[in-house]
């Protein structure tokens, strides 16, 4: 079995008219939440989704080129080594691996220049996941008249 | 006072053109995140909408028939005490029992099938709550066009 | 540099035909997930989008007249005092000079009438953030057709 169904043709969209699009704020920062932003965003590039990711707040700790080692949330430390050697026995990517095919589907990754600026990053400090530094305003518009998620 | 006001009539959305539809991706697994599932479901169910949740990560563990007990959010377990004996003296439903309500108006609730597997779960050890297990693009494809929320 | 891009001009949509919207679930009761709730409802706002923010949960103590010590995620609480001299250092405005800038441009912020009684909180005790307390159903059906996002 695996990890994902084959997705639908990218290029069949469900309505003529309107082409779906996926917004994602990443700010949550704990690791675990970046395995749903890896997965929801391959999926929906692969079915042929505009997918735009903001990064923000202590996510932003995920893309930079100084490995940074992901907290795991408190409250469910024991179960991280059963989780991670569940995900490497079904050989489910990681979140960046993902990420990257979604980026070949066309996803694109912003960093916020407000929370860059606040915790000292400049765009030579994130990794090659970042295709641009924007600000909010910018990304509000690019996920109007779509999903957006905050994670 | 009750709890939630009269929702509107189902069948009579706002707009003729376009039904409605709430997705939720409900990924927490602390116990606090489960009352506002409950809600949003309960209402959006009840207003006509088209409801789909798509459970994974950790929220897993509020669905399967094996009780777990949902840990409190670290920094708000002093609280937990005087929000329980709030829900009891304000007759709240417990989250099951709202879901349980919007399931009777059509929601739908569906397993992670990558979560399910990395954490050893198989669509028996699921309680009724759970309609059907299937993969993150089947989730996306259902959600198109909708609102989706992530909790 | 300022934090923030110059706002497209409010009443210039991108789609001659729908508004946006965004609505926006605020839940989480730590103080970072405050700075996002000002950012995206001001850039939304300043866009010339409809606003609709619903406050529940632990968020409530944000919002009340009493002034409580919002808790800063256990798992980066080390970063706290660096981040707050970084929103300094940068002229960050608080979260709530960002909610007022969104309010004085149409945003609307509605307390969850449910979890207040829980909490025995009446509209009273909310200061003048708070335009009104309402149910969930209120909410959802104002959520109708936009994007919606849960902090």
Request: aromatic content about 8%; some cysteine.
């Amino acid at each position: 079995m695996t990890t994902l169904e084959t997705a639908p043709r990218a290029g069949a969209p469900e309505s003529p008219t309107t082409t779906s699009k996926l917004s994602i704020v990443m700010f949550s920062g704990t690791a675990d939440k970046f395995i749903p932003l890896g997965v929801l965003a391959q999926a929906a590039a692969a079915m042929g989704s505009e997918v735009n990711i903001f990064v923000t707040g202590f996510a932003l700790h995920g893309f930079t080129k100084e490995h940074h080692d992901l907290p795991f949330p408190t409250e469910f430390a024991a179960m991280a080594p059963a989780l991670a050697q569940g995900m490497e026995a079904h050989h489910v990517p990681s979140w960046d691996t993902m990420l990257r095919q979604a980026k070949e589907l066309g996803a694109k990754v912003y960093a916020c220049s407000m929370m860059s600026e606040v915790m000292g990053l400049t765009r030579d400090d994130f990794g090659d996941l970042v295709d641009d530094v924007v600000g909010a305003a910018t990304f509000v518009q690019l996920a109007e008249h779509g999903e957006t998620l905050f994670i």
